[in-house]
């Protein structure tokens, strides 16, 4: 990554869940454990409609805002997905984008929360849930020439 700061960034993780109704969840740790965002997603019982549900999460001094939430078409047990996760800076604001594959999740603006400029992901499975995975990416945006989706 060439910058050393969160102002443009995202994260992709190409996981799979193991376990019912455990969540994953892939955070942006902006300043601390108590300050960051995180992207959690659920697969449901199979077969049940929705196949799985996510939400978008602001935690500021250990306070959790729901920001965005949905279901998901698709998310079946141990299969692969591709999750990306972006935080872009535009003046005060930040911009969140979340995806599943090509699959645009969320698109947010709002004022920015976080004060620091450093920080790091986690990769957080609930307790008891089995996560694998496969590959994780950290790079600055604009995104490479390879993301789908609106940039």
Do not use: C
Request: charged share 20%; proline share 4%; aromatic share 14%.
């Amino acid at each position: 990554m060439a910058t050393t700061t969160w102002d443009n960034v995202y994260v992709a993780v190409q996981a799979k869940l193991l376990t019912v109704e455990k969540h994953f969840e892939v955070r942006l740790h902006v300043e601390d454990d108590d300050n960051y965002a995180t992207l959690i997603v659920w697969p449901n019982t199979t077969p049940h409609l929705p196949a799985g549900t996510w939400e978008l999460r602001e935690v500021v001094a250990t306070v959790s805002t729901l920001l965005d939430s949905g279901d998901l078409d698709q998310f079946d047990l141990d299969v692969y997905y591709f999750w990306r996760f972006l935080y872009k800076v535009e003046g005060a604001n930040v911009v969140y984008q979340a995806f599943q594959d090509e699959n645009l999740l969320t698109y947010q603006v709002k004022v920015q929360a976080f004060t620091a400029d450093v920080g790091s992901i986690a990769l957080v499975t609930e307790a008891g849930g089995t996560v694998h995975v496969n590959k994780v990416k950290v790079s600055d945006f604009p995104m490479p020439f390879d993301f789908i989706g609106p940039a």
